[in-house]
């Protein structure tokens, strides 16, 4: 435990006790929509106590911060998406003991449409899996190129159709990892983590929320979970 969560008080709410009640909230309000999705909310707001708030907003931008790594990482245990950009918020609630917290939570808004999106994240960039077929590799003709000796010029593919996507090897010289494990074909999930040579990628589905068209204006599309 760091920083926020190191603090205790002698009496009202803990931090420990507000990850506590998020990650419960996320438990309960997830909902299946496919056999390998599960979205649960991105908007949180937790109510406190009077003198509980005042606590925990002395600590600064510390605990929101911990408090979004906690979220992120039961979400990428438990294999949840999300349904828009996380965001989580304190206030004050003077119909709560002191001790107590309550947390609402909500998914992106319906005045878009959210559709969703294959990505491969590596080195801080992120690239879209627009196409049935996504070679990776070393080569300059490779949809996403790597800088790593260890890599053939096309190493490993991702094949998405939409819904289901799979990882095969392209035959490459030092094989291709998938969480740790070599593999020469293997389905892809949220959140795993392919390797080539001493190279991450992670693989990730993302909610894109496209907002609805003005007259006259150009539809904007931008991926829906924070970096």
């Known amino acids: 435990m760091n920083s926020a969560f190191a603090k205790t008080f002698r009496s009202g709410i803990q931090p420990v006790e507000i990850a506590s009640a998020l990650r419960r909230e996320m438990d309960t309000k ?13 908007t949180f707001l937790v109510h406190l106590s009077g003198e509980d708030a005042t606590a925990m907003h002395g600590l600064g931008s510390a605990l929101i911060d911990e408090l979004h790594v906690l979220v992120k990482e039961h979400a990428r245990a438990q294999g949840y998406s999300f349904s828009g950009p ?8 003077d119909k709560l003991a002191t001790g107590t917290v309550r947390v609402e939570s909500a998914s992106t808004p319906s005045s878009g449409r959210v559709t969703w999106q294959a990505v491969v994240t590596t080195g801080g960039a992120r690239y879209p899996v627009t196409k049935a077929r996504t070679v990776i590799g070393r080569g300059s003709d490779a949809d996403i190129t790597i800088g790593d000796a260890g890599s053939s010029r096309k190493h490993a593919e991702v ?10 090897d392209l035959g490459s010289t030092n094989g291709t990892k998938l969480n740790g494990q070599r593999v020469r074909e293997a ?7 392919i390797t080539i040579g001493r190279t991450d990628l992670t693989f990730e589905v993302v909610p894109v929320s496209e907002p609805v ?3 006259g204006d150009d539809a904007t599309r931008a991926f829906g979970v924070n970096p």
């Open 30 to 42: 997830a909902a299946v929509v496919s056999r390998d999705r599960i979205i649960v909310p991105s």
């Open 86 to 93: 996380v965001n989580i918020a304190l206030e004050a609630d």
């Open 187 to 193: 389905q892809l999930t949220s959140g795993m983590v």
């Open 159 to 168: 094949l998405w159709d939409g819904d289901h996507a799979m990882l095969r």
């Open 213 to 215: 068209r003005g007259r």
